[in-house]
């Protein structure tokens, strides 16, 4: 690993840049670095899912989500670098497909909400839209991986997925879309 960071400001960022993994700076409203924070900012939320009670199999699932969003911030603040793999993306899947066969199908769209962890976990997942959002802008600005467009695709399905689990477990159920309950 590069340096440690012994003091933590350094004023090189006053004047509206920052610095990426490769020494370049950069404006800190460019594409890059909105992608780096919505990815950084996704991460911060699961961290806050996980102070929550949460079953063992859903917290290492979640803890090994945030090395592997630290992975691909990294790819982000490195133009050019590939950190995260379709491995990544298959385990995703995997761990989905199995959290997913212990649930009812679902013929309607359904609310956020229930527990407060399904809450968080609902948040997490519209912040992951949100990341998937500005590295797809990215994308269309400077060449990227698409891996990590995958990935956070398949992310924001397993929130989904994971909030339900959570919600069922706690013996919540899901909160069904009503159109036009209220008119």
């Known amino acids: 690993m590069g340096h440690r960071l012994s003091k933590i400001y350094t004023r090189t960022g006053d004047d509206g840049t920052t610095g990426l993994g490769d020494g370049e700076r950069v404006r800190k409203d460019s594409p890059r670095v909105e992608a780096i924070g919505a990815v950084d900012e996704l991460n911060s939320l699961i961290g806050l899912l996980l102070t ?3 079953p063992e199999k859903i917290r290492t699932t979640l803890t090994n989500i945030q090395h592997d969003l630290f ?11 590939t950190s995260v793999t379709e491995n990544q993306i298959e385990h995703l899947e995997i761990t989905l497909d199995g ?15 229930g527990t407060q962890a399904a809450a968080v976990c609902h948040l997490a997942r519209t912040v992951c ?3 998937e959002r500005r590295v ?4 269309n600005a400077e060449k990227i991986s ?3 467009v995958k990935y956070l695709n398949r992310l ?12 069922a477990q ?14």
Request: no cysteine; hydrophobic share 45%.
């Open 146 to 148: 698409a891996v990590g």
């Open 99 to 113: 959290l997913n066969a212990g649930l009812k199908p679902l013929k309607e769209f359904i609310l956020p909400g």
């Open 156 to 167: 924001s399905d397993l929130l989904f997925v994971i909030a339900r689990v959570l919600n």
């Open 71 to 81: 992975d691909f911030g990294g790819e982000l603040s490195i133009p050019g670098r």
């Open 170 to 183: 706690a013996g919540q159920p899901d909160v069904l879309w009503q159109p036009g309950k209220n008119r």
């Open 129 to 131: 839209r949100r990341a």
């Open 136 to 139: 797809i802008h990215l994308g």
């Open 52 to 54: 929550h009670d949460l």
